[in-house]
T-cell receptor
Framework: GEDVEQSLFLSVREGDSSVINCTYT??????LYWYKQEPGAGLQLLTYIFSNMDMKQDQRLTVLLNKKDKHLSLRIADTQTGDSAIYFC????????????FGTGTRLKVLA | NAGVTQTPKFRVLKTGQSMTLLCAQDMNHEYMYWYRQDPGMGLRLIHYSVGEGTTAKGEVPDGYNVSRLKKQNFLLGLESAAPSQTSVYFCASSYSSGTGAGEKLFFGSGTQLSVL
């Protein structure tokens, strides 16, 4: 199928690490992305990873890619209240119609 | 630098009415997209355009039409609105780098549309 799957909710305490998971479907996807959506706003790119990489780190963010299992994760270290948002993973496919496929989004709630 | 601008931000329609949503980008991007966001369903592509004068259908095109007469503008039209079209609509644009930088999407802030 075409679904990119994510769990809908995640709740963590301030200062803890958050791990948001995503499974995608197309092994030919070249890039995988994490977008953040704050309340009342559009999506903003957080980070992305090329499909031939296993890991990418960017300050508090770590992206892990398991291409064999088609599994992508986003780890946020030292999670802050400002990290509360909806996080979307997306894959950019090279096969079929040119388009991005977005996951359902994971709503992260950070408890003070 | 405004980025991607959507108008209007909110709109309420009655069933059967028509309207046009406007998206404008000032980044000289070739590609533009219209998505709708519904709870628990993520973003679904309605229509997209790979350049001025071209449009193509996405995943959920029925009930919508689009036009890209100018490179910077991408219009989404609803000819006869239905309650099922109640949603948040996002416009996005991207460049085509052709390199390892990836083709990230730049989003507008969305239009909340309610059809009664």
């Amino acid at each position: 199928g075409e679904d990119v799957e994510q769990s809908l909710f995640l709740s963590v305490r301030e200062g803890d690490s958050s791990v948001i998971n995503c499974t995608y479907t197309d092994s030919s996807s070249t890039y995988l992305y994490w977008y953040k959506q704050e309340p009342g706003a559009g999506l903003q790119l957080l980070t992305y990873i090329f499909s031939n990489m296993d890991m990418k780190q960017d300050q508090r963010l770590t992206v892990l890619l398991n291409k064999k299992d088609k599994h992508l994760s986003l780890r946020i270290a030292d999670t802050q209240t400002g990290d509360s948002a909806i996080y979307f993973c997306a894959e950019r496919r090279t096969s079929g119609t040119y388009k991005y496929i977005f996951g359902t989004g994971t709503r992260l709630k950070v408890l003070a | 630098n405004a980025g991607v601008t959507q108008t209007p931000k909110f709109r309420v329609l009655k069933t059967g009415q028509s309207m046009t949503l406007l998206c404008a980008q000032d980044m000289n991007h070739e590609y533009m997209y219209w998505y709708r966001q519904d709870p628990g369903m993520g973003l679904r592509l309605i229509h997209y355009s790979v350049g001025e004068g071209t449009t193509a259908k996405g995943e959920v095109p029925d009930g919508y039409n689009v036009s890209r007469l100018k490179k910077q503008n991408f219009l989404l039209g609803l000819e006869s609105a239905a309650p099922s079209q109640t949603s948040v609509y996002f416009c996005a644009s991207s460049y085509s780098s052709g390199t390892g930088a990836g083709e990230k999407l730049f989003f507008g802030s969305g239009t909340q549309l309610s059809v009664l």
